[in-house]
T-cell receptor, first 119, second 114 residues
Framework: AQKITQTQPGMFVQEKEAVTLDCTYD???????LFWYKQPSSGEMIFLIY??????QNATEGRYSLNFQKARKSANLVISASQLGDSAMYFC????????????????FGKGTHLIIQP | DGGITQSPKYLFRKEGQNVTLSCEQN?????MYWYRQDPGQGLRLIYY???????QKGDIAEGYSVSREKKESFPLTVTSAQKNPTAFYLC?????????????FGSGTRLTVV
């Protein structure tokens, strides 16, 4: 079973609208972290926002916020007032702190959502 | 400025050749990682290292090898045993003491087999 599921392969959004990118995850680890990254066409991975499993408040970073619903295992990224420069691939990722699953201590990524902002 | 440098940006390899991708960081991070990215597949972990002279296999280590002789450097060798090496390769690092830290990534190497 996939650990990170991003159900939207691609999205078209009008400039200045808010955008919600979906992410659901699967873990039996009580302690984990959730991350969102942006990948422009240049290929670099840009860290956007982090949410810890024990954090009581939803994380926010400027125009980015994370809608964390722990019981539903959901960690959606919300981008307010979208801009043309937001066009990119967006990846949700998880790091399990107690049980790494297969012994690999690294981030597990979803397949990504290709977001295109239209003027 | 601190960061991760990957070189070369583009690499072409003939069938049956080994090639080595460079990854250098000056962030003083303990842990380093190699990921492979294919279209529509997201990122998959190849190898990681949490300390000098030690490294662990990730999910898709077959056909790859690494070394970690210095804290700053984590080169990846794509061997002739890798059946389909054409992909985008990303190196990352993180401070081992802070598991909340989002990884820092390099700008990637695009490898093409010709």
């Amino acid at each position: 079973a996939q650990k990170i599921t991003q159900t939207q392969p691609g999205m078209f959004v009008q400039e200045k609208e808010a955008v919600t990118l979906d992410c659901t995850y699967d873990t039996s680890d009580p302690s984990y972290g959730l991350f969102w990254y942006k990948q422009p066409s240049s290929g670099e991975m840009i860290f956007l926002i982090y949410q810890g499993s024990y954090d009581q408040q939803n994380a926010t970073e400027g125009r980015y916020s994370l809608n964390f619903q722990k019981a539903r295992k959901s960690a959606n990224l919300v981008i307010s007032a979208s801009q043309l420069g937001d066009s990119a691939m967006y990846f949700c990722a998880m790091r399990e702190f107690v049980y790494s699953g297969g012994g690999a201590d690294g981030l597990t990524f979803g397949k990504g959502t290709h977001l295109i902002i239209q003027p | 400025d601190g960061g991760i440098t990957q070189s070369p940006k583009y690499l072409f390899r003939k069938e049956g050749q080994n090639v080595t991708l460079s990854c250098e960081q000056n962030l003083n991070h303990d842990a380093m990682y190699w990921y492979r990215q294919d279209p529509g597949q997201g990122l998959r972990l190849i190898y990681y290292s949490q300390i000098v002279n030690d490294f662990q296999k990730g999910d898709i280590a077959e056909g790859y090898s690494v070394s970690r002789e210095k804290k700053e450097s984590f080169p990846l060798t794509v061997t002739s045993a890798q059946k389909n090496p054409t992909a985008f390769y990303l190196c990352a690092s993180s401070p081992e003491w802070d598991r909340n830290y989002g990884y820092t990534f390099g700008s990637g190497t695009r490898l093409t087999v010709v």
